[in-house]
């Protein structure tokens, strides 16, 4: 009994799984600009589907009720927000969570022996290639800039939102926490407040400026002394060409011959070379610096407005109260919302984040305490 509530229960977690999946795969379809794109997505959706059916008979071989499983909350908020900004923000989330569960079937006896095992990682290639494609405009490219300095990689735009918030709630809490420790005014609170928020935001903005403006200026003059290599080494630059081919699995003739042709157009050739050796889209080389600037000063400002906020329209304790309630709540939302891409559970995310939110800001209090004391005499 207690191993057919055991494989029941596993039924379950699989079926739950598969019914999540093929929601946000349906969801992208409809959300993506590409027909090609939103039919290979229709293709997952539809492979997810079965993996569905297969628990529901397991299931009912058991005897167990399937019920009737909904998408969970992680793909719901996934499914909304592919419905508002496309199917293209959501990417790079959809594979984090593949990629975590691409072994899930490999040990369980029911699913060993059949071709779920390969789907499921084949599933995390597809849309690793997806990802990796050059996508137009800012949202991507560009924006995708806000994630170096947090490591996230993968052009996740969603991602570096979720962390740049994070950054202006994290540091303002802390900063409007250290002035009220030291027994400051409300507006002068206030005032600290918005000057923390511009001064953050601004050098945000400056600082993903550069990092965009920099790479901008590398590659192009990669490309430049790539372009003269194809004029003065043309024979060097096609043998380069089909060791690239010859690495992809194609015959030394194929290779020769698909190389022969690309050498054939020098624009061509120079924008595979680009791609296939130096890693550059030179349609976009990085994005705009404008764009990326933007996005860095509007997200850190969304974070950083929490904790100011309620001294706008509150006084004394109750705005530091206040203020501390709509910084916890921020630090929770944006633990829970991380977990968009880890997987974990959203509940103990978002308390982690919490707690070492609400350290820094006691630090910074305690800080500001002793300050004003000693001031005071």
């Not at 059916?53 to 009737?68: H, K, M, Y």
């Not at 303002?172 to 511009?198: E, Q």
């Not at 965009?212 to 490309?223: G, N, P």
Request: hydrophobic share 50%; with cysteine; glycine share 10%.
């Amino acid at each position: 009994m207690a191993s057919r509530d055991s494989d029941a229960a596993r039924y379950r977690a699989n079926l739950q799984g598969e019914i999540d999946s093929a929601a946000l795969y349906r969801a992208m379809a409809t959300a993506a600009d590409d027909a090609a794109q939103a039919e290979l997505y229709r293709k997952l959706a539809a492979v997810e589907e079965a993996h569905a059916a297969f628990w529901r008979r397991r299931l009912a071989g058991l005897g167990a009720s399937a019920g009737e499983p909904r998408p969970g909350w992680r793909t719901r908020v996934l499914i909304a927000l592919a419905r508002r900004f496309g199917a293209d923000l959501v990417l790079p989330a959809a594979r984090s969570l593949e990629a975590m569960d691409q072994t899930s079937y490999d040990h369980q006896p029911e699913s060993a022996g059949t071709v779920m095992p390969a789907q499921e990682r084949s599933h995390v290639r597809l849309l690793g290639q997806l990802a990796r494609r050059p996508r137009p405009g800012w949202s991507g490219a560009a924006y995708a800039r806000l994630e170096g300095r947090h490591g996230a990689g993968g052009g996740n735009a969603l991602r570096a939102a979720v962390l740049g918030a994070n950054d202006g709630l994290v540091s303002t809490l802390s900063l409007v926490m250290g002035v009220a420790g030291a027994n400051a005014d409300s507006r002068t609170i206030l005032l600290t407040g918005v000057a923390g928020l511009l001064a953050g935001a601004c050098s945000m903005a400056m600082g993903e400026w550069i990092s965009v403006q920099s790479a901008r200026e590398l590659y192009e003059r990669q490309l430049a002394a790539e372009a003269e290599e194809l004029q003065q080494v043309p024979q060097e630059e096609r043998a380069e060409l089909e060791l690239i081919y010859r690495s992809k699995g194609f015959t030394a003739d194929e290779a020769r011959t698909i190389a022969e042709r690309v050498m054939a157009d020098p624009d061509t050739a120079l924008a595979m070379l680009a791609r296939e050796e130096l890693g550059i889209d030179p349609d976009d080389r990085g994005g705009s610096p404008w764009a990326a600037a933007t996005a860095s000063f509007l997200v850190f400002v969304v974070g950083a407005a929490l904790p100011v906020l309620p001294f706008a329209w509150l006084d004394g304790a109750r705005a530091v109260q206040a203020s501390a309630a709509a910084g916890a709540a921020g630090l929770f939302l944006i633990g829970a919302a991380i977990t968009l891409f880890t997987g974990r559970h959203a509940a103990w995310s978002g308390l982690r984040q919490l707690l070492i939110g609400l350290a820094a800001a006691g630090v910074t209090w305690v800080a500001g305490r002793l300050f004003g004391v000693a001031l005071g005499g």
